[in-house]
């Protein structure tokens, strides 16, 4: 298991580029078993929850290979498997969408029940509620979904809105099994969000006839057979706009580029609110630097709602900047309502914030001291790493491989921007337990080399300060140590 050591306070500068989305692969790798010719993906991020995919589609018969330059090419089995159990599936949530596919292909699918991370129920009600409109015969045995259509499906008009809006996997594996059914299906209150799209764009070039996309009504013409494409997937909108969080909290001019800014407005709409100086053209956002000692950024109002509102996967790096602004932040949750795992892990770096019902209320600007924090989820991992690029002192993020699930070696790409950022093995008996103030600075149990700072920086800042090799930190006056305790 692996932890970042980040030494907070340095200013970052240069360029980095947008991996492909982690979100839009993942379906696009399930509709692979939509045939048994090759499918090319050459941008398939490196992120563990891609690894874990492909597993699930050996599991299933399917063959894939990556080259050196990073293209995946993915060959479902003539007669795939039909079985996809809980060893597979349980580790990651969007297995879930070989479901349609598999059903679609052998008329009979059996997928365990998927696990997931800790933000919140996301049940699977509306994935079953769409196979049923189908044709399909869907029971639930031992966790497993069970689902048949022995004549094959069969198009037919469904509304997929759920109680917490469109169900965007939900609505990717009708979709997925809608291409190869008879007739025309047509899904109501369809998710909008760029990843269904280019889900659809690619079952396109594999053959098919789907019409709508990016609206609520998406309408499927079934065709007998489709074939292999090769399809790059669009740019990771949730890493884009950490980075450019990134850039934002630490007042740094960063260039994200290989992005898609108009997937993004939302959120460079609420930096313009917030007064953080940016600009942007067709494929990049350009952070620009200001002196925080002068200028902070203001307080605003989020709520996270679908695609095109503000998206879910960015709040926990919201509440992290809104910490350094001038004033009293709202951010109001209402996808995953129990997505607050990252606020008390900031309250003891020092923030401010105040949790109540589904919102949380952000004072700032917080005097953030580095210490250790546990990461929960994948986004809160990210809130964690961006709180550590501005706290005083010397942050220890744990769990670091739910980061790793969604950010290809983001500590390799901070650190070619200047950040002290660097990946060490735990240790975890130094993972303390305990309410340790704050304030305090936890010094690391374990060495780490941290980078130096870019020559190129714009502004002159001084090198990171050594850290400890194995003594503990000498307390600050009349101020116990952090209390250690064995896990």
Not at 302 to 317: C, E, I, K, M, S
Not at 355 to 361: F, H, L, T
Request: glycine share 10%; charged share 25%; aromatic share 2%.
């Amino acid at each position: 298991m692996d932890k970042f050591v980040i030494e907070g306070g340095r200013k970052l500068q240069g360029s980095v580029r947008v991996s492909g989305s982690k979100n839009a692969v993942l379906p696009v790798l399930a509709a692979t078993l939509l045939t048994d010719e090759p499918v090319v993906i050459p941008n398939a991020p490196d992120v563990s929850d891609v690894r874990q995919m492909l597993k699930v589609l050996e599991g299933l018969g399917s063959k894939w290979e990556r080259s050196k330059e990073g293209v995946l090419t993915v060959r479902s089995a003539q007669v795939p498997h039909n079985e996809a159990g809980w060893d597979c599936v349980r580790k990651m949530r969007g297995s879930i969408a070989v479901l349609g596919p598999v059903l679609a292909r052998t008329q009979h699918a059996r997928v365990s029940l998927p696990g997931g991370c800790v933000i919140g129920v996301r049940p699977v009600d509306l994935h079953v509620k769409g196979m049923k409109a189908l044709g399909a015969k869907v029971d639930l045995d031992g966790g497993d979904i069970v689902a048949s259509a022995a004549g094959g499906l069969r198009g037919d008009e469904m509304y997929l809105g759920g109680a917490q809006g469109p169900t965007v996997l939900g609505t990717a594996n009708v979709m997925m099994a809608a291409t190869l059914a008879k007739g025309r299906t047509v899904i109501h209150g369809a998710a909008c969000e760029p990843e269904v799209v280019d889900l659809g764009e690619c079952l396109n070039k594999m053959g098919a006839r789907i019409t709508g996309l990016g609206s609520p009504r998406i309408e499927i013409e079934g065709v007998d057979k489709l074939h292999g494409c090769t399809h790059a997937v669009i740019p990771d909108r949730i890493e884009a706009g950490t980075l450019v969080i990134a850039g934002a909290i630490t007042g740094s001019k960063i260039r994200v580029e290989g992005c898609r800014p108009d997937h993004l407005m939302i959120l460079l709409e609420r930096m313009r609110e917030a007064e953080l100086p940016h600009h942007f053209g067709a494929d990049w956002i350009e952070t620009m630097a200001f002196d925080q000692r002068k200028k902070r950024a203001k307080p605003t109002e989020v709520t996270t709602l679908p695609h095109p509102a503000f998206p879910t996967d960015l709040q926990a790096q919201w509440i992290a900047l809104m910490t350094t602004a001038d004033g009293m932040s709202l951010v109001t949750e209402t996808i995953f309502t129990d997505r607050y795992m990252h606020v008390a892990e900031l309250m003891r770096m020092g923030a401010n914030i105040r949790r109540q019902g589904a919102s949380a209320i952000v004072t700032g600007p917080a005097n953030l001291k580095g210490t250790q924090v546990m990461a929960s989820d994948l986004r809160a991992s990210a809130a964690l790493v961006l709180a550590g690029l501005v706290a005083e002192g010397t942050t220890e993020v744990h769990r670091v491989y739910h980061i790793d699930r969604g950010y290809a070696r983001i500590e390799q790409r901070l650190a070619e921007l200047g950040a002290g950022i660097a990946r060490v093995d735990d240790d975890p008996d130094a993972i303390a337990t305990d309410t340790a103030p704050a304030t305090e600075t936890i010094t690391p149990t374990k060495p780490a080399v941290l980078p130096k700072p870019a020559a190129t920086q714009a502004v002159p800042v001084k090198p990171a300060a050594p850290v400890a090799k194995s003594a503990p930190a000498r307390p600050a006056a009349k101020k116990p140590k952090a209390k250690v305790a064995r896990r």
